[in-house]
């Protein structure tokens, strides 16, 4: 609501009715020493006009992707949303769906995620795929907790090439579970193979690679899988670039036996980074150990034979008994997801491998442009997509502060999350870019040199 309806006179009238004098009789519980005692320092009433200039002002204050160039990526991505995307997920009915339990009357949601699901399948080369994961990172916790088992003990193998805030989840959820990590260092950009076979034991539970990795470089996922069914071990990719999937091999192509990931950037705008959209696709054999919803399709009974959408599977502890339940994640992202599959389904195989060759195409010219400036120089050698990793001849925060003069929202400061790598930085380039906007990036590189 835009403003709070209900006048000071129903307001009494309301805590009448619970038997309380006042407002301050309904924070009776929290404790004396946290409260705050004074008025909040705001300034004095203005009217709504006058109100609406000033947060106007403030919001203004705000870098936004209508009026900056970004190279920044990480993670999430800028990548172009066709207007009919919007036009259809803002349906009512959409956008007030809650989790559809009665099939009788949700017909039309159940359907948009069983394509989800179709879609996400179609894109990663598995069998199978559920719905309304939270976002990328714990889309791989799902993954890890599956292949630990009920016990959710273990070890797990991951390479320091993922993600660091996927990451930190992990090790969240590692120390609260009780399983162990084994970090692998890169090489050279790339995931240490030696490092990954010394790691892997008997009793490693799962083999956790990024592709592209965080660094953008494209991993040799065909040794990654070799390494990891020497044994027991589940191979999880993980996928934070949904794009790269139009031209580069699927995680069924190499073996993977579930890939997760996130798919915001398809359909939905990058929003400050999030709310998110968590995927989960695996092997047939998974089916029954996946979190979250999964969607069917039937036939009605009777002679017309109808198709319908029910849902199938539910592993949530409100749907089954406790002790039998995987996970207790799956909030419903249908609105996120609805996003996404109209989003595919607007581009289509053609258009979706169109988008990816844009980005790769474009981000290899930025990448040719910026290492010819005498002081930028490439800090890999290896293959990547759409985003690669630049050493500079000044630190991040210098540049940054040029760049943002400029009007560019520059790359990731890989010094926040790797030691040792404080004048590094990441840049990311998609199909929203323009020559225009990758030349005077370069421009402002070429003011700015030790």
Do not use: W
Request: with cysteine; net charge negative; proline share 4%.
């Amino acid at each position: 609501m835009s403003y709070i309806p209900n006048t000071p006179e129903e307001q009494q009238a309301m805590l009448e009715h619970m038997g309380l004098s006042g407002i301050q009789d309904l924070l009776a519980t929290v404790p004396e020493e946290v409260r705050l005692h004074r008025q909040l320092k705001l300034p004095p009433a203005l009217s709504e006009l006058d109100l609406k200039r000033q947060v106007g002002r403030m919001a203004a204050q705000n870098k936004d992707l209508d009026h900056t160039i970004s190279f920044l990526g990480a993670g999430t991505y800028d990548h172009a949303v066709p207007s009919v995307v919007s036009h259809l997920q803002r349906r009512s009915e959409f956008v007030t769906s809650y989790t559809p339990y009665q099939p009788e009357v949700s017909q039309g949601m159940l359907q948009a995620i069983y394509e989800f699901q179709t879609m996400v399948c179609q894109i990663t080369g598995l069998d199978i795929a559920n719905a309304s994961l939270y976002d990328g990172s714990t889309a791989m916790v799902e993954a890890v907790l599956l292949a630990l088992g009920p016990g959710g003990q273990g070890e797990v193998v991951v390479s320091t090439g993922i993600d660091p805030q996927y990451r930190r989840v992990l090790q969240t959820y590692a120390f609260a579970r009780g399983f162990t990590i084994k970090e692998v260092p890169t090489h050279n950009g790339l995931t240490d193979l030696a490092a990954l076979e010394a790691a892997v034991t008997p009793t490693t539970a799962a083999v956790i690679v990024q592709q592209p990795n965080f660094f953008g470089c494209l991993e040799d996922m065909c040794a990654v899988e070799s390494i990891t069914h020497k044994g027991k071990a589940l191979f999880v990719s993980v996928i934070t670039e949904p794009a790269s999937l139009g031209i580069l091999a699927s995680p069924g192509d190499y073996g993977a036996d579930l890939a997760v990931g996130e798919l915001m950037s398809f359909g939905n705008t990058m929003s400050y980074g999030a709310p998110a959209l968590g995927f989960m696709a695996a092997r047939q054999k998974f089916m029954r150990l996946l979190p979250g919803r999964l969607v069917g399709q039937t036939v009605e009974e009777g002679e017309k034979k109808q198709t319908g959408y029910v849902l199938t599977l539910q592993t949530r502890e409100q749907h089954i008994r406790r002790e039998r339940a995987t996970s207790n994640i799956c909030t419903n992202q249908s609105l996120l997801a609805v996003g996404a599959t109209i989003y595919l389904a607007t581009l289509g195989k053609q258009g979706f491998r169109e988008l990816g060759e844009l980005c790769l195409q474009k981000a290899h010219y930025a990448f040719c442009q910026i290492t010819s400036i005498p002081g930028y120089e490439a800090a890999f050698s290896n293959s990547f997509f759409d985003e690669f990793v630049i050493k500079l001849p000044v630190s991040t925060t210098l540049l940054q502060q040029h760049l943002a003069q400029a009007g560019i929202i520059g790359g990731y400061a890989l010094g926040e999350a790797y030691a040792g790598m404080d004048n590094y930085m990441l840049f990311c380039v998609t199909e929203t870019r323009t020559r225009e906007d990758i030349d005077q990036l370069v421009g402002v590189l070429k003011e700015v040199q030790a």
